[in-house]
């Protein structure tokens, strides 16, 4: 005796293989319909953001290459033709040069500075249980809440105290302190991930604390330094409150954003607009091209601790 085939079972189509057995419903195409309606606004914000980021730097730039009647007349045309006067005058006349070599001679040493000791301190509260370690730790978290334009008084008299007041090395140890707190934080997060298994292959081969430290886990936390150093750089180089504050004693002695601000003030009233935009072209360039080129290297450090 033989039984019929039940008719109301889905069965792929021998004509689709690859096609489901059930078909998508109503709430699967209302679900497709939602989420491509959140791709189109998502990037539509983003290349909103684009614009709203991009256009300044870009508009900034194209005016470097005008001349100042042409900036008054017409700001948004693009520029006849490309000439550098703007960038001459900027350099020579207005110091930039001199301005850009200060600021290099002051964040330079105090952006290493900062990541050594911030990685450091970072290792040791990261690998080390001790009395007090989570108390330190936020200690350093703190550091991060704390408003600069608070302590600019009491560093104007302890740097006097210490006839470190108007002086480069003066302001790169404001700079190391003043970025250390959020390099730790970021760093502590970072040494955790590493696999302590290396360090304790290391320690038993006999090597001491130190040389594990420099030979091997501070090379795998490469990824997590260059992306800490381009944050350093990036807030160093535009930091403008503490050089204000701290180091006004000669013209010569003045960094970017103070030789930015003075000439600001300066050419506008000679009407010089283009070489102010080319003052502002030339102290931007630095910061777009190191982004530029570690680029990968930050998306990968701040992606390092998700992935491991």
Known sequence: MTTAEPTDIATPSKADPGRPATAVGRSGKSGGGEGRTLNVFSQAFLVLWAVMAAGPLLWAFMSA??????IL???WSLPDGISFDAFARAWTKANI?????????VVVPSVLGTMLLGSMAAYVLARFDFPGNRFVYYLFVGGMTFPVIMAIVPLFFVLKNLALLNTPHGLILVYIAYSLPFTTFFMTAFFRTLPGSIAEAAM???ASHSRVFFQVMLPMAKPGLISIGIFNFLGQWNQYILPMALNTESPDSYLLTQGLATLAVSQGYKGDWSGLFAGLTIATLPVLVVYAVFQRQVQAGLT???LK
């Open 204 to 206: 038993i081969d006999g």
């Open 73 to 75: 007349d017409s700001p």
């Open 304 to 306: 390092a601790g998700a």
């Open 65 to 70: 290459f005008k001349t100042s009647g042409q």
């Open 97 to 105: 040069g001199q301005f850009t070599v200060n600021s290099l001679v």
